[in-house]
């Protein structure tokens, strides 16, 4: 058993975590953490309601330079902003392959975050876009990036008296597109067994920037391939080019097999996403028309 705090405020709910966020777990409609709590993989004392804050904490803005979501926003409306059409279309890919309809309407990109597995589809797109996240406390907030913010599966460096309220990342430049997939078992409403991000910045066809993220690098959590982009920038993006970064990008990784994939299989899958996303990418800075 388990008791559930319901604020009135959001200042009622940082006051509440300053006095007993040892022993709080934060939750908004649970899509996550309640099938946890029916396995008995958590146990907790006081869970913390959320999901009252849609008017404060769900929405998605431009603001100048930036991108806003607020941490209650959903999956759908994720998928049916306009602000995230064009060069941010990987997060309508993730969107489009996100559980179903009742799940989308529920999951929040918080939430995803805060789950810290190599199974949240959004961590690899907001990693792609270097990505970070506000934190607030009764003391103010705290801005730290995605990437230092998840510390290993299921753990991440937030305090005991905060919340993450948002999740802001700077608009891609021009000549500058992003794309995500995953694959799993089915085509929809499955848990991935490999997913990649990808963010291409191309200038006189060369490679000014990329950054490729994917739900396990060396860890079970989203990581970015650091070695793999190192070599990919400044190239002459080409066939050949990226032929030598899929084997740079096999090298670089470090998967464990499970009794869902072996790591051979997931590493070649990887190798075929990287060309494949990469390639679209370019295609769509170049106007290529896609079908």
């Not at 008791?3 to 300053?18: E, G």
């Not at 305090?159 to 948002?166: C, F, K, L, Q, W």
């Not at 002459?236 to 790591?263: C, G, M, P, W």
Request: glycine fraction near 6%.
């Amino acid at each position: 058993m388990f008791d559930v705090y319901i604020p009135s405020s959001l200042d009622d709910a940082l006051k509440f975590l300053s006095r007993e966020g040892h022993r709080v777990i934060i939750i908004s409609h649970g899509t996550d953490l309640l099938p946890r709590i029916r396995t008995g993989e958590l146990k907790p004392d006081v869970l913390l309601d959320l999901s009252g804050f849609d008017d404060l904490l769900r929405y998605i803005r431009e603001d100048g330079k930036y991108i806003r979501m607020g941490a209650l926003t959903t999956v759908t409306d994720i998928y049916e902003s306009p602000a995230l059409n064009g060069p941010l279309e990987a997060f309508k890919h993730a969107a489009r392959k996100f559980g179903g309809p009742q799940i989308r309407n529920m999951a929040t990109i918080g939430g995803n975050v805060g789950a810290a597995s190599s199974s949240e589809d959004f961590i690899p797109v907001l990693l792609a876009l270097n990505a970070k996240a506000k934190l607030t406390s009764v003391y103010g907030d705290r801005i730290s990036s995605i990437e230092r913010l998840i510390l290993d599966k299921r753990v991440i460096a937030r305090r005991n008296n905060e919340v993450i309220t948002e999740i802001f990342f700077k608009k891609p430049p021009e000549n500058a597109w992003t794309a995500f997939d995953k694959i799993g078992r089915r085509n929809a409403m499955f848990i991935a067994l490999v997913s990649m991000a990808v963010y291409l910045h191309v200038e006189n066809e060369r490679i000014k920037d990329v950054r490729i993220a994917l739900n396990r690098v060396k860890r079970k959590i989203p990581e970015r391939a650091y070695e793999t982009e190192k070599f990919l920038k400044g190239k002459i993006f080409a066939n050949e080019v990226l032929e030598e970064a899929k084997e740079i990008l096999e090298h670089e990784l470090e998967l464990t097999s499970d009794f869902r994939a072996s790591a051979e299989y997931r590493v070649k899958v990887q190798k075929v996403l990287l060309g494949r996303l990469l390639t679209y990418c370019y295609n769509k800075i170049k106007g290529v028309k896609i079908e």
